[in-house]
């Protein structure tokens, strides 16, 4: 079995939640996988993004800005969904959506540029298409995000799969190894 089958199978077993989830029921740290519906792998869905979040407890924030929050420049993931909902179109307002707003200088800068209304409509679109899609499970991590990032980060590389990068407590330096999977 490969990691990547192992690791769909197992976290297809736990909880499933959808847009209308109940926040109390997300532990405040954690990691997040994202499945698409009609996106298949390994005899059912697809995971599609991994995720965590920066800050202590703000797991349950980081997946409603990532999801729910109608501001693609809070979200990258956002971002990359109104990409392809644009991009499907061929509609010519996917060069604006790519205008990141966030900071005060850009806006003073660019902000004339951007069709409010239709950014609107495209953030709309977006909610809409993440609402009937896309699912997510949870893994809880115990201590914090600081404590799980000091000893482990873990980032999914397209050519090789799940990476993580061992941290040193004392000398904080870093080297690569594979993640060991049971049955790997």
Known sequence: MSVCQFLHER??????FKAD?????IPENGLYFVFERDEAAHNGERI???GTHTGQNNLPKRLKEHLYTMNKDRSIFRKHVGR???????????????????????RAKFEHLVD???????????SAYMNANFSFVVLRVGGGVGHFERHCRLRWMPR?????????PKRRNTRKRPVEYPGA
Do not use: H
């Not at 909902?85 to 790519?98: I, N, Q, S, V």
């Not at 950014?119 to 679109?125: D, K, N, P, R, T």
């Open 11 to 16: 976290l297809r077993e736990l909880p499933r």
């Open 48 to 50: 599609v993004r991994v």
């Open 160 to 168: 090789f799969g799940f990476v993580a990068r061992a941290v040193s």
């Open 84 to 106: 392809c909902l644009l991009a499907r179109l061929d509609d010519p307002f996917l060069e604006t959506w790519d205008i990141d707003l966030t900071t005060r200088q850009a």
């Open 21 to 25: 989830y109940d926040p109390q029921e």
């Open 116 to 126: 409010k209304k239709r950014l609107g409509e495209v953030e709309q679109e977006v």
